[in-house]
């Protein structure tokens, strides 16, 4: 994509810089700009739709690159744009609310169908859920002077650390997701952060929009997706615009922390915020991701179960730690009881274990002396596999495999692999250890980041085969 990218720039140049722009409004040129743009977003959405799955066919993360950017109406005043992030518009007489704004490289087909949909008003406001990209990264699209840029307090904070790490959170995801572009979009409007606020939020205040007779109050509601989410409610029509507030399903046991690593997020804060939507009593949910939600009961049931899950994986966690158990003995101690059992497609319940654990105790586990000190244990894995034997490490492993231990056949094949990358037969069954924990994850809880992640291990295993065998 990088190449669409960059010939798009030269026809972004050619539309808008050239003499021609002495005749062109700014608003014209922006018109002209978007419509450009709107063509790269649909060759890159293209390109990531036909991208590489990662092997398994089973990336779920790439399902929703599939989701058609199409406009519908879903209340008598809400209309929403699909897409990877929905982008969603509440209209009131004098104006309308943007509340997320999806994909850069979608938002311009998402705005210029939503305001085909309604009469010709105004945009007064844009808000976005929080600085992740699927949500926030299209604001550049709609923004225009005189439109409020709606955010949390701590929403440029967010965005400047995602910034500066950009490359090491975009290689990251670009592995786990191997159907995203190379590199990220080189176009400053497609481009990653630099967004301003103009209006912000912080906890327990509530910024309340009244325009035309609709009332809207943005709530910060932070914990979710990060310390900066705010969410929506429009107290008339009983609608919660929830962002990523619950992942992308609902309801799920939420990904207390990423293992895609980013700043810690606090559970506690998180559980305030799930009691603050609770007191609201919504009618309908409309999630920036998937579809909206209908039935005030069946909401209140599921968020107090999201709620009180989250305050049981904590809780039990902290006992454990009082208790001084290890955390790898409460990441297999804690589960879920029946009354609380709930998909754990996106946030794995052993991870908020591990995940709570450091958030209060930090990243000294008190296990080793080493682990104060810089030399990783891996450092002495060829010495290791020396001492042992290539072929005894190996067989070893295969014996665990065979007996269903694939956890501690991966510790001792990634020593015999360390030191020996060559060896046919260890990587063989490293890479056998993980399609059986795959398999037992896509049969249980169907993690979507496991199951990426071991795809992640088995694609590189399979490079590595492959050049043994080329
Ligand atoms: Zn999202």
């Given at each position: 994509?990088?190449?669409v990218?960059?010939r ?10 050239a ?25 890159a ?14 990336n ?24 990877v ?20 490289i ?16 105004p ?7 929080h600085s ?19 955010a949390?307090?701590?929403f ?8 500066e ?24 409007i ?8 103009t ?13 035309g ?19 929506l ?24 922390f ?31 991701h ?22 049981y994986?904590?809780d039990?966690?902290i ?27 996106h ?8 995940s709570?654990?450091e ?13 104060l ?5 891996s ?11 290539l072929?005894s490490?190996?067989?070893a ?26 060896d046919v ?46």
């Amino acid at each position: 994509m990088p190449d669409v990218l960059r010939r798009s720039t030269a026809i972004l140049t050619a539309l808008c810089l050239a003499p021609v722009t002495l005749a062109c409004s700014e608003e014209a040129q922006r018109d002209i700009e978007r419509a450009a743009l709107e063509k790269v977003g649909d060759l890159a959405t293209e390109r990531m739709a036909g991208g590489d799955s990662g092997g398994d066919g089973k990336n779920h993360s790439r399902d929703f690159i599939n989701i058609p950017i199409e406009v519908r109406q879903i209340a008598d005043n809400v209309w929403q744009a699909r897409g990877v992030g929905n982008t969603q518009m509440v209209v009131t007489s004098e104006g309308l609310v943007i509340y997320d704004t999806g994909l850069s490289i979608q938002a311009a087909k998402q705005r210029r169908l939503l305001l085909e949909a309604v009469p010709d008003l105004p945009v007064t406001h844009v808000i976005v859920s929080h600085s992740h990209a699927d949500h926030a990264s299209g604001a550049k699209i709609w923004l225009e002077p005189g439109i409020e840029l709606v955010a949390h307090q701590e929403f440029e904070e967010e965005q400047r650390y995602l910034k500066e790490l950009e490359p090491f959170y975009y290689g990251r995801n670009r592995m786990l997701f191997p159907f995203m572009p190379e590199e990220p979009p080189d176009i400053e409007i497609l481009a990653y952060g630099g967004l301003v606020p103009t209006m912000t939020v912080d906890q327990p205040d509530i910024l309340t929009i009244e325009q035309g007779g609709t009332v809207m109050e943005v709530l910060a509601t932070p914990g979710a997706e990060g310390a900066d989410n705010v969410t929506l409610w429009l107290p008339k029509e009983k609608i919660f615009f929830s962002g990523d507030f619950f992942g992308p399903n609902f309801p799920q046991f939420p990904n207390v922390f990423t293992m895609r690593g980013e700043k810690v997020r606090k559970p506690i804060e998180y559980i305030q915020s799930l009691d603050q939507v609770i007191a609201l009593e919504p009618e309908m949910i409309v999630p920036s991701h998937q579809d909206p939600i209908v039935g005030k009961e069946k909401i209140k049931a599921d968020l107090i179960k999201m709620r009180d899950a989250v305050q049981y994986v904590h809780d039990r966690t902290i006992e454990g730690m009082n208790a001084g158990e290890t955390v790898y003995e409460l990441m297999e101690e804690i589960k879920l009881p029946p009354e609380l059992e709930m998909t754990q497609i996106h946030g794995r319940v052993s991870w908020a274990v591990k995940s709570i654990w450091e958030y209060y105790a930090t990243w000294f586990h008190w296990d080793t002396t080493t682990e104060l000190y810089h030399v990783p244990r891996s450092a002495l894995f060829p010495e290791i596999a020396e001492l042992a034997g290539l072929e005894s490490l190996t067989a070893a492993g295969e014996a665990h495999i065979t007996a269903g231990r694939n956890i501690e056949a991966i510790h001792l094949l990634e020593i015999a692999t360390t030191a020996a990358p060559d060896d046919v037969r260890a990587q063989t069954a490293l890479r056998q250890a993980h399609l059986n924990l795959r398999d037992a994850a896509i049969a249980t809880t169907n993690n979507t980041y496991e199951i990426d992640w071991l795809s992640l291990r088995i694609r590189q295993i399979d490079a590595i085969l492959a050049g043994e065998d080329g």
